[in-house]
């Protein structure tokens, strides 16, 4: 099979299934052999190493991207990913270093005296899942990477497009959420997901402006379905689609990437009711989401697990909904939620 053939498979597979998740598949397949030839303890060793270093940085990156961000100036997702990738490579080696040094004379006397028997066999076969699941946990690792880091939209697409990866990522959010959850505060800041609470007035500064931005009409077509769905989940009636209030979110998320703000209000100070009256929306109750995240789906994941937003979807108050999505190249998209009744 030559090269153009391969790639052709790729894109043509029954699976649908893209290089991405090829790539995982293999590096999956890699760790078990790996781990059946390492052996179940050393295999657990690795494992242990990689959850805890994968928790470890999840918790613990925005105090390593808060220096970056305030004292070095670097935009938010890529002082998010060096957050992480520090803390999660160094606590992993020390872990490992650790673990292996009280645990190596116990496998090795294991090993010496179930050299010949069933039992070496098992521990051999034992091995495979315990290094098959560390190959899933540095696959998360890695696409949440990808994904944060502001350097390939190639990547970054490549990623939202896969099957397998894209499942990896959504579930690290939403596992980085709930720890996040414990800090509490009006800024909601994951890895893949950038929001702040409805009703706060605080300004995030981005450290980055751009003016190469297209309007992502597919992702708010997405974005729409996505809240509708939500709403008759729950026996709520769908919310109508109002170009009046598309209008409005875009223009604010144009604003936001090209001033390098994340925001509900100006830095003029406008509201989000300011700028729909501006537009000439008559509306009694009013709402706004916003959210910088890699695709429609982990945005909305996002949104749904913060209760100030949630209710803002799931509002009986609100009749009309306008998505505005202004896609910002590397540095992700800006998804701006518009409510009114």
Known sequence: MDINSFFNFVANNPLGL????????????????????????????DLISFIFSFVFGLS?????????????????????????????????????VILKKFLFRFSVYFK?????????????????????????????????????????????????????????????????KSLNQVFGGAVNDTLSFLTIEPKSNKSVNLNFKTKNLSTDIVSENEMFSFVNSERVKRGLSELSFSQDLTNVGRDHCKDMLERGYFSHNTP???????????????????????????????????????????????????????????????YGIMFCQEFTD
Do not use: C
């Open 112 to 176: 010496i005296h179930t050299q010949k028997s069933r039992v070496f066999v098992m521990e051999s076969v034992l091995g495979i899942l315990p290094g098959a699941l560390s190959a899933v946990i540095l696959s998360a690792f890695i696409l949440s990477l990808i994904i944060t880091l502001p350097f390939s939209v190639f990547l970054k697409r490549s990623v939202n497009d896969s099957k397998i990866g894209r499942v990896l990522v959504l579930n690290t959010q939403g596992f980085a």
């Open 18 to 45: 893209n290089w991405i998740d090829l790539v995982i598949i293999i590096l999956i397949a890699f760790y078990a052999v790996e781990g059946y030839f390492l052996g179940f303890f050393a295999s657990l060793i």
């Open 268 to 330: 003029e100070g406008l509201t989000p009711f300011d700028r729909m009256a501006a537009a000439g929306i008559a509306f009694k109750y009013g709402g706004e989401n916003l959210a910088l995240a890699p695709n429609s789906s982990l945005a909305m994941k996002g949104l749904m697990e913060s209760e100030g937003h949630k209710a803002n979807i799931l509002s009986k108050d609100f009749k009309k909904l306008g998505v505005g999505a202004i896609d910002g190249g590397v």
């Open 60 to 96: 613990f990156y925005s105090i390593i991207a808060k220096f970056l961000v305030v004292y070095l100036h670097t935009p938010q997702g890529f002082a998010n990913a060096i957050g992480f990738l520090v803390l999660a490579i160094v606590s992993e080696i020390i872990l490992n």
